[in-house]
Nanobody
Framework: QVQLVESGGGLVQEGGSLRLSCAASGSIFSILAMGWYRQAPGKQRELVATISGAGSTNYADSVKGRFTISRDNAKNTVYLQMSSLKPEDTAVYYC?????????????????WGQGTQVTVST
């Protein structure tokens, strides 16, 4: 699997902001898409935002206008800028990579997940 290292989660008050980062390590040949998903306790994992290799973005309706996804191609890193945070944004946020990479010398298509980072929004 492609290794994804996430950072930037934490505790923030309602209305505050956080920026998540996710770096894909290894020999990345091409990126189909990278994105962020989240899972709240007792709920299924859901899409938050994705960005394609061409730069097209897609957002969940619940975060449109508040969250912005971006990518640094040179660093194979994707960011999620979260603003106007609400308590219902509280969840574990997971980074996802879809693309082609060489892992242990094998070139394959990968659909990899990060370990998750906790975001907690307090009232």
């Amino acid at each position: 699997q492609v290794q994804l290292v996430e950072s930037g989660g934490g505790l923030v008050q309602e209305g505050g902001s956080l920026r998540l980062s996710c770096a894909a390590s290894g020999s990345i040949f091409s990126i189909l898409a990278m994105g962020w998903y989240r899972q709240a306790p007792g709920k299924q994992r859901e899409l938050v935002a994705t960005i394609s290799g061409a730069g097209s973005t897609n957002y969940a309706d619940s975060v449109k206008g508040r969250f912005t996804i971006s990518r640094d191609n040179a660093k194979n890193t994707v960011y999620l800028q979260m603003s106007s945070l609400k308590p219902e944004d509280t969840a574990v946020y997971y980074c996802n990579f879809k693309g082609v990479a060489a892992v242990h010398g094998n070139v394959n298509a990968y659909d990899s997940w990060g370990q998750g980072t906790q975001v907690t929004v307090s009232t």
